[in-house]
């Protein structure tokens, strides 16, 4: 298993500013995995976020708006940049230590724009 | 882009009924999950089917699984008010580990 610690778990910001969303894991993971969850609807993956190497973006999502680091196997941060209202979603971060098995989560980010 | 769909997309039941979510996929995959989340908090893994399998149990919860179909049920049994929430599957494909969710059904056992 795997223990996922996320924050902040929310924040209200103001439009044109960034928010870094932190995950901590307590144990070695290969990849790590960063989703948005906007209101009412499912989860979007946005990245990938691989140990030494860039971040793997899915379609819709790029890095100058998402930059994202990984600078260990136990912690990455997510940046939402220049932020506007259609940004206000709850972000969360997974990881899968065993391909096949249980994916875990963080608790989530929710995240205001006003 | 989301590969799976959910349906019914909202399911409203008495307590003590039983409730069926279904979820349909498109690509190959390494194994399904059922999630459960309660207002827009954190995720919660109710189980995992693997493509190998057909039916797995786990307390008041049976999943099934048809990868010809590509499709899966979940169904809870004797529900309780508790198990108000959104409920998601979501598909690990055999390119990797990351997970595409279904849109989820919202379901309401009234008391």
């Known amino acids: 298993s795997a223990v996922i610690s996320q924050k902040p778990s929310r924040d209200i910001c103001q439009r044109g500013t960034s928010l870094t969303i932190q995950c901590q894991v307590d144990s070695q993971v290969t990849m790590m995995f960063w989703y948005r969850q906007q209101p009412g609807q499912s989860l979007t993956l946005i990245a990938t976020?691989?140990?030494?190497?860039?971040?793997?973006?899915e379609s819709g999502f790029v890095i100058d708006k998402f930059p994202i680091s990984r600078p260990n196997l136990t912690f990455s941060t997510l940046t939402v940049s220049n932020m506007s209202p259609e940004d206000s979603s709850i972000y969360l971060c997974?990881?899968?230590?065993?391909?096949?098995?249980?994916?875990?989560f963080g608790q989530g980010t929710r995240l205001t724009v006003v | 882009s989301q590969q799976g769909e959910e349906d019914p997309q909202a399911l409203s039941i008495q307590e003590g009924e039983n409730a069926t979510m279904n979820c349909s996929y498109k690509?190959?995959?390494?194994?399904l999950q059922w999630y459960r989340q309660n207002s827009g908090r954190g995720l919660v893994h109710l189980i995992l089917i693997r493509s190998n399998e057909r039916e797995k149990h786990s307390g008041r919860l049976r999943v099934t699984l048809d990868t010809s179909k590509k499709s899966s049920s979940l169904l809870i049994t004797a529900s309780r008010a508790a198990d108000t929430a959104s409920y998601f599957c979501?598909?690990?494909?055999?390119?990797?580990?990351?997970?595409?969710f279904g849109e989820g059904t919202q379901l309401t056992v009234n008391p």
């Open positions: 690509t190959s995959i390494n194994n």
């Open positions: 976020a691989n140990q030494g190497s860039e971040a793997t973006y």
């Open positions: 979501a598909t690990e494909e055999t390119s990797g580990s990351r997970l595409t």
């Open positions: 997974s990881v899968a230590p065993i391909m096949n098995t249980e994916a875990f």
